[in-house]
């Protein structure tokens, strides 16, 4: 069995490499990363890896021939998520060559997890998948933002979110120089996946990936994707950097979240230097130690504890890492 991933990968140069060294100790075979518009020396940072494939993210003209991906090819100059979709279609294409069996798409801030407390071993996972199974969904955990500076988070942060909405934040508008209540998780909850690369599924978008004539996959939704979205000041910074001229709707033509358009226009249009983004970080989307006890004893009703805990404590990639030589 091969397993290869694919990564679209804007200035992640702070995550990219140990990503990388992650999964192929986990059991990646093959990794595609394509670069969109990125100002950093992250292809650099990677160029020893022999087990990567390097490329720009791909031109709409590629596959404007294709009816079934318009689309993406008809927004890619206006929409990441379309670059991207064309970049996993890509990909399948290179795995169909190569005679690998599944690709996994998932961002330079997420790692694929099978086992919470064992490091985990994608070729053993998915030798328990069944043979007439399309996709495998990975349900999202998002991290737990406790430190204002990591050096390199998969290494040091085990607290991740469970659920999206079981507690609110009150969060600064430095526009309307008041308070609006925010969930606590800042991500996608949409999950990431797997696709067997014989079953010739395109995306739908991101997320989600169905046959050509629209037909939905057969798929299981098991094992989790770690999403480290704006772990700490800098990253929280550099995302909606990257976000600067995101629109205010997704490929869906449904509009993004109030709290992504908040946070990028506080980065870019706020008139903050980079010192008081930093504070604004910490003191409206980081969590303090009180927070922290808050969130791990869970929920009660009626002194009774409900399920699952909001936090869950994810001890496998801190021990992969040990391993890691960077």
Known sequence: MKIALVITVKNEVRLLRNNLLYHKVIGVDKVFVYFDNTTDNGRESIADLDFVNVSNSVSSD??????????FTS?????????????????QQKCKEEGIDWLISIDADELICTDFKKQSDLKSFFNTIPKDTELVDFTTLEVLQQKENYTNVFAEESNFKVNKQVFYLPIKNPFSKSKQKFPWWYGHTMGKSAIRVAANLIPHNVHRYRHIDGTSAKRVVKGNVLHYH????EDFIKKFTNFSDRPDVFLSGNKVEDLKLLLRDVVNNSG???????NYFKENLMFTEKQVKKFKKGRKYFFIKLTPKPIKLVESVKSTFKQIHH
């Open 62 to 71: 590629t596959y404007v021939s294709l009816p079934y991906l318009k689309k």
């Open 75 to 91: 927004q890619a100059a206006e929409h990441h998520t379309a670059r991207q979709c064309l970049n996993t279609y890509d990909a």
């Open 230 to 233: 704006a772990y700490d000041a």
């Open 272 to 278: 903050m230097n980079r010192q008081e983004l930093e």
